[in-house]
């Protein structure tokens, strides 16, 4: 039986204002609840490609859809129920966490769609739950630590209730126990996850699929301990094989 | 996190800080109106406020020395201007009022801001009618106070590292090119808030 | 010159802060109409970076230290309604937060420093960017604005003091027009300094190409210029009528002493502190003004020779601090 993939895209072409080529025809497909991390060299267009997930990016839609997500095709009109669907999650917590306090930040999304304060009430109550934040409501952004930012903005994008979670650099500059927290908090939701990241040991913890992408193009596409485990392919894309699967038994 | 003077007070627990943000700001706004309109000829009014005004200093628990060096900082203009004021018939008497009538509104003032996050005064100005448009713009300001402070430290800094003269023509150079800087990241910042509000619905 | 509370008397604060608001509202009426929404973070911005911009100390002798004002920056970087916006709310927040310049004489502050001041900067840029072209005028024209605007906002600063009573315009209009004029100097300077350093960086962030502007932001202009021929009108003008004695004293300076005409009424030990010649020296700070505004432009064009000299075109060099 098929089922209809959460995300779909069709071969994804961008070029940025200065006709720099960011993605050359990308394409894949992710099911219901994958979860899958991207990994590449730095400039490998991964946080162009998530930027295209929920229609921030192109600013001009092209004639022929190249995304969809559960089927819906992303356009200029669908662009606003898709982006409910898909969170995104920024590489700098700075630019994501715009209000004066953690409440309201959590609470943006929610009051964006519509909901009734009592909603948004139980629904922000929820998502600080989820985060571990329960409690920091009136705190400002200012006075929280790194992985707290990070914690907050998670805590707004799952306040949308997703069913995809798109996330840039999820762990940078975080401590350890930041990351810890954090992969642990990500373990515990249900939804779809596509993980753009630099860190192999997180991609190993979290993700049954690993996607290479260098330079606009996807190099490959498949289970994470072997593509992550073959060592050539890893150096040849500017990555090297993660710690954690160095005492693997090699293929 | 040393920018912290912009608001390390107001979120203290004391009576002071208890009260609604609606009435410490109409409060503010009363006692600064009167202040100005009181003549100065009836100094029992401004020996009043100023008693009261120390009470409620007290009760905030707010360091004296902040509020202090917070007046130390912010009289110098005042008797810049108000010296000004001398040179004229009834000058001395016209100088005295102001001085007195504008320290004790800055000593107001600062009890305000000290005593109330900014947050639940932006949402105070925007049940009173103040565009929906400038409470964003208020709001977006505030939040990002901190971190292009931050943002700008960081950049002395690494230029602090290369600079090597303290000649004040390079001193100038060097402050102009850091204050282009920040504005060049800061726009650059802007599109990606922007991104980051439209991801989560705004239009 | 901001302004703190005590020192305006009703009138002056209730005038000025209906000016305030029509300019104001009317820019941010302009702003949610025609503005694109991603500008609007940038606004924000740009307020947290003049704030910033502002507390930056520019050594100038020992001891004191000049600031920036940044009216004419942001309004040759954003436009004159998104400079108003700006930096109506830098005052905002420096009054609400700070006690810096006075809550009820907000309305004068925004008016002098958010809304005469990016005007008075935007309006003189683009008339010298008339005469004055390429990236060598663009310098010039900035310097220049830049000190105008300053000496402008003090002006109506100084009408605003003397029309409350608090201080005499023939002490007020010399003592700020005067020092604001050196003040200028330093506006003048920074601002030129900080454009040519975006212009090296990022050069497509100062574009010139205004098209003609659609009607209804011509409109919206109109309206802000008629605010301060207003204003103009209401706090500078009355003070004209001492003009022409002042400036006959001026030319007949040498010779015998002039006493100012003096109230019969006044107490006779202040007598002592009155300036001699008070109405004269109305007129001769409108004379240093200009002289003034001459040393600045010749000022303002061998700096800007120096940082864009005429033999080579500044090559694009590297972005500053990236990586």
Redesign the interface.
């Known amino acids: 039986m098929e089922m209809t993939p959460a995300i779909s895209v069709r071969n994804l072409k961008f070029c940025y204002p200065d006709g720099k080529e960011a993605l050359r025809g990308v394409s894949f497909e992710i099911a219901d609840k994958e979860c899958v991390g991207l990994v590449g060299p730095n400039g490998s267009g991964k946080s162009t490609l998530l930027?295209h997930l929920?229609g921030?990016l192109p600013e001009s839609f092209p004639g022929v859809p190249a995304v969809s997500i559960y089927g819906k095709d992303l356009s200029r009109t669908t662009a606003?129920d898709i982006?409910?669907a898909v969170?995104?999650l920024?590489q700098?917590p700075?630019?994501?966490?715009?209000?004066?306090?953690v409440f309201?930040d959590v609470a943006?999304?929610p009051q964006?769609?519509g909901l009734s304060e009592e909603e948004i009430r139980k629904t922000v109550s929820y998502a600080l739950e989820q985060t571990s934040l329960t409690g920091s409501e009136?705190r400002?952004?200012?006075?929280l630590s790194s992985g707290e930012k990070r914690r907050v903005c998670l805590a707004?994008?799952l306040a949308?209730e997703p069913q995809v979670l798109a996330l840039d650099e999820p762990t940078s500059n975080l401590d350890p126990r930041g990351k810890r927290q954090l992969i642990t908090t990500l373990q515990s939701i249900p939804a779809t996850k596509l993980i753009a990241t630099h860190d192999l040991e997180m991609v190993v913890q979290l993700c049954s699929r690993t996607i290479l992408l260098d330079r606009g193009t996807i190099v490959a596409d498949g289970p994470t301990h072997i593509l992550l485990g073959d060592e050539q392919l890893m150096l040849a894309h500017g990555l090297e094989k993660p710690h954690i699967l160095r005492h693997l038994h090699p293929h | 996190m040393r920018h912290d003077f912009l608001d390390r007070y107001s979120r203290l627990k004391s009576p002071v800080h208890r009260l609604h943000t609606a009435v410490k700001l109409a409060t503010a706004i009363c006692v600064i109106v009167a202040m100005v309109a009181v003549p100065f000829s009836s100094a029992w009014f401004f020996v009043v406020a100023a008693g009261l005004l120390l009470i409620v200093s007290a009760l905030s628990a707010i360091p004296w020395s902040f509020i202090f060096k917070r007046l130390l900082l912010l009289e110098p203009l005042a008797l810049g201007i108000a010296v000004m004021a001398l040179f004229q018939p009834n000058g001395t008497m016209i100088f005295l009022s102001i001085v007195t009538k504008s320290t004790l509104c800055l000593f107001t003032v600062i009890l305000l801001s000290n005593t109330t996050p900014f947050g639940e005064l932006l949402g105070v100005l925007s049940r009173i009618g103040v565009p929906r448009i400038l409470i964003t713009i208020l709001a977006l300001m505030y939040r990002y106070l901190f971190v292009l402070i931050d943002e700008g430290e960081r950049l002395a800094r690494a230029r602090m590292s290369r600079t090597f003269s303290a000649n004040r023509v390079r001193r100038w150079q060097a402050l102009a090119s850091l204050i282009g800087q920040l504005f060049v990241r800061s726009t650059e910042r802007a599109e990606r808030i922007y991104a980051a509000m439209t991801a989560r619905g705004w239009k | 010159m901001h302004i703190p509370d005590g020192f305006l008397d009703a009138k002056t604060a209730g005038a000025t802060a209906a000016f305030s608001l029509v300019g104001l509202g009317l820019s941010l009426r302009h702003a949610s109409r025609y503005l694109p929404a991603r500008k609007i973070p940038l606004i924000g911005l740009a307020a947290a970076f003049v704030f910033v911009a502002q507390m930056l100390n520019f050594p100038v002798a020992s001891g004191t230290s000049g600031h920036l004002l940044g009216a004419t920056l942001a309004a040759v970087m954003l436009g004159p309604s998104a400079a108003i916006i700006v930096m109506s709310t830098v005052l905002i927040v420096q009054a609400l937060l700070f006690a810096d310049g006075g809550i009820l004489s907000l309305g004068a502050n925004v008016f002098n420093m958010a809304i005469v001041g990016p005007m008075a900067g935007y309006g003189s840029y683009r008339l010298m960017r008339v005469v004055f072209r390429g990236e060598y005028g663009r310098l010039v024209a900035v310097g220049v604005a830049s000190w105008f605007s300053t000496v402008v906002a003090a002006i109506f600063c100084a009408g605003e003091l003397a029309w409350s009573g608090t201080v005499p315009w023939n002490s007020a209009f010399p003592a700020m027009a005067g020092v604001h004029m050196a003040t200028g100097l330093g506006e003048a300077t920074i601002t030129m300094l900080v454009i040519a350093s975006i212009a090296r960086a990022r050069p497509e962030l100062l574009n010139d190409s205004n098209p003609a502007a659609s009607l209804r932001e011509r409109s919206t202009g109109f309206v802000l210029v008629a605010l301060l021929v207003i204003g103009l009108l209401l706090l500078v003008a009355p003070h004209a009528s001492n003009l022409p004695d002042g400036l006959e004293k001026v030319a007949s300076s040498l010779g015998f002493e002039h006493r100012a005409l003096t109230n019969p009424n006044v107490s006779a030990p202040l007598e002592a502190y009155k300036l001699p010649g008070t109405a004269s020296t109305s007129a001769a700070t409108i004379v240093a003004g200009l002289i003034g505004a001459i040393a600045v432009l010749a000022l303002s064009m061998v700096l800007a020779r120096v940082l864009v000299p005429r033999n080579r075109a500044v090559p694009p060099q590297q972005r500053e601090g990236t990586v």
Do not use: A, K, M, Y
């Not at chain 1, 700075?94 to 306090?101: A, K, M, N, R």
């Open positions: 930027l929920n921030i606003p982006r409910r969170g995104l920024f700098d700075d630019d994501q966490l715009f209000c004066p306090t309201e943006f999304g964006q769609f009136h400002s952004p200012h006075h707004g994008v949308c």
